[in-house]
């Protein structure tokens, strides 16, 4: 599975920008997908997830009501829609895919904090000021 994000970039606070990460391969290894992010200094975290066979949606709490998650399957494209951007939204940002057998994994994961996900794409920066 190889993915790749784009979409980054500079934004003022109450912003809004969508990262796109396009995929390709098995889709069988991608059963759930996420957008993690790292700030500086700090751990990386997921902070969206999708169970992309039935499309079931995750976020932690941070993020709730301000970002969107979603997946367009003929363009192989993961989404991350993110409105009312904050300065602490100020990371580098991941799309991520995991092989799962149950899409409640998907859910496990993120509401564990787990980041063991197989593949991963290079990362994209969004700055908020």
């Known amino acids: 599975v190889q993915l790749v994000e784009s979409g980054g970039g500079s934004v003022q606070a109450g912003g809004s920008l969508t990262l796109s990460c396009k995929v390709s391969?098995?889709?069988?290894?991608?059963?759930?997908m996420g957008w993690f992010r790292q700030a500086p200094g700090k751990e990386r975290e997921e902070i969206a997830a999708?169970?992309?066979?039935?499309?079931?949606?995750y976020y932690v709490d941070s993020v709730k009501g301000r970002f969107t998650i979603s997946q367009d399957n003929p363009k192989d494209t993961l989404y991350l829609q993110m409105d009312n951007l904050k300065p602490e939204d100020t990371a580098i940002y991941y799309c991520a895919a995991y092989a799962a057998r149950d899409g409640r994994v998907c859910e496990y994961k993120i509401h564990t904090g787990q980041t063991d996900y197989t593949y991963w794409g290079q990362g994209t920066q969004v700055t908020v000021s």
């Open positions: 391969g098995s889709t069988v290894r991608r059963s759930c």
């Open positions: 999708i169970s992309t066979g039935n499309g079931d949606t």
